[in-house]
Every structure is written in C-alpha cells, then in structure tokens.
C-alpha cells in the first residue's frame, strides 16, 4: 500500500488536513466524548506538530506533540509531550502505528528545541510504544486538571514513557526526581 506522511506545524494545517484529522478522531471518540476540537482536544493539551499518515485523502494515523519545558526533579527538560496518537480501525496491525509513529519520533530528533518524547497512556498500549524506542520512568506526576485548570492532580499510577530525542552516545539520560508538565497532559 502507498502511504503519504505528512509533517505539519498545527497553524499551517491546511483545510483538507483539519477534515480528515476531525474524521479520524470524531469516528473513534465522538460518541463518548464529543466533535475533535484541534485547539482543545478532549481536555487535553493540543498538538504543536502533528504526523499524520494519509492513504489518498483519508488521515488513516496520527501522533502529535506539544514543546514544552517541564520540571523534573530539579532540571528543566524541554519534551515533546505526545498525545492523539490513533490509527483507523480499518488499518490498525498493517504497521501504519509503527510508521506514524517512527515519522513523529524523527521529526522530534530534527527538532533541536527537543530533548525527550514523553507521554502517558493505558497499560495495555505500553508494549507498542516499548517497541518503537519508547522507555518506561517511574515517578510522581503533577499536572493541571482537565477538568479544573484551578486544580491540580498528582499520581504516580499510569504508565509513563520517553524517548530520547537524542540518539548519540552523550545523550543525556532521563533525569531522576518528580515531574511536574506544568500543564495539562497530552
């Protein structure tokens, strides 16, 4: 099958690429959460970058990420925090999740404002992230409610992975301490 993957800044999302994005989101959460809202997806943080693969004018796969500078332990680490990561039910275990993804992961190394991908999710989805690079961290989480930005929610209960933006042998590793998004999650 002929893929065409696209990189795009979120304010340069032409009209075609938002459709097919809301598309996409709408046929998997709609019903449960509502219409996709790019600004304010579903309470969580919005994309910066989206990667989206597309199989003729249908966004059959999509992993986004948010820069931003977050506190762990006592450093400062910049992130691609990475969210909205989804596949077409129609197109799900053909290797379009590892396609999409290995696409984001690459336009976070040529992202020199990126030291570390970071997201959270679901146990039953860390196999696939492990597989692509991504490596699991345990700590305390402090972010902004999704519910209450007036309030704020620690837990150290989901998953929690990153990827080293940086492939070369000084790269910095994950540092340790609690973490802080300082925001809400992706």
Known sequence: MTYQVAIVEHDALSESQSAALRELFDREYRAEYGEWNPDGPYGYSPADVHTIVFRGS???AHVGFQRRLIRVGAREVAVAGTGGVLVHPDWRSDGVGRLVMSHAQQAMRDDDRVSFGYLGC??????????TGWSRVNAMERHVSM???????TSSAGPILVFSADSGADADPWPEGDIDLRGTPW
Do not use: L
Request: proline fraction near 5%.
């Open 122 to 131: 679901r146990e039953e989805v860390v196999p696939f992230y492990e597989r």
């Open 58 to 60: 249908i966004a059959v």
């Open 147 to 153: 519910i209450d930005s007036n309030e704020t929610v």
